[in-house]
């Protein structure tokens, strides 16, 4: 079950989030995808919770949040990313390990081109990276979400679980069936909130795979250690992209988890909990 939501007043917005564990515990922050909630960690969080770690799920303003941020909030990845920042720094994390997906893989590699000062480590798991963002054929869904009546249009359907649990939608991005209700709550916003809409349309706007590309050359910057851990699955983010990604950094380990797609925190979360806790307890920053 997800944690009860708290909120956080930044000067972008209002930013929901799920936090579980002790509060003195080592903070874990996670970065969800496109069309995504926080909800996508529950099972993670809940584990590394118990474990005694301290972690915090954000609904992040990609299109599936439920309070829309101001108007005038900068939400290009490389904003969204000051947004994440910004969180950890309101909060006064610190040595945080901050874990990305998907798209949020991509707004965690800007963190570490922005602000990774509060980062200790990184885990990214199936995402965006180099020249892959967003990869085919979600490009032609981020090209149609930069038009909101468009992609409202596009996405009534996912009012209906069968369609949102096709391989029109969700269906390709996980091995295990989905919970209706979880991504009944990944669509409504979107398609009942016009500042959601206007949110998912600044972000898919600033989406430039050239300067996800630039950023890859300067990765090894970051002096703290990565662990990617990857879905095996994946027709999306295969594992070539989660080596060539692992060569950008200066100290890198890539897991492969088998039976496990994109949503790889959905389909093996105690897997994905106990990587998390093995690598933030053996590597400390």
Known sequence: MPAPLSEITLPQGTIRYREQGP???????F????????????????????RGYRTLAPDWPLGAHTIALSPDADLTPRGVARLVAGFIAALELDDVTLVGNDSGGAVTQFVLDTDPSRVGRVVLTNCDGIDVFPPKPFHLILKAARHPALFRALMEGTRITAIRHSPLAFGLLAKQPFDPAQTRGWVMPYLTDAGVRRDAAAFCRGVDPRELAGIATRLRRFDGPVLLCWGRDDRF????????????????????????????????????????AEFAARVPA
Do not use: I, K, M, Y
């Not at 509060?23 to 922050?29: C, F, I, N, Y």
């Not at 970065?31 to 919770?49: I, P, Q, R």
């Open 23 to 29: 509060a003195d515990g080592p903070p874990v922050v």
């Open 31 to 50: 970065v969800h995808g496109f069309l995504g909630d926080g909800t996508l960690w529950s099972g993670v969080a809940g584990d590394l919770a118990a």
């Open 237 to 276: 983010f295969n594992v070539e992209l989660a080596r060539r990604l692992q060569a950008c950094f200066a100290d890198a380990r890539l897991v492969e988890v088998p039976d496990a797609s994109t949503f790889v925190a959905l389909d093996q979360p105690a897997r994905v909990a106990a990587e998390v």
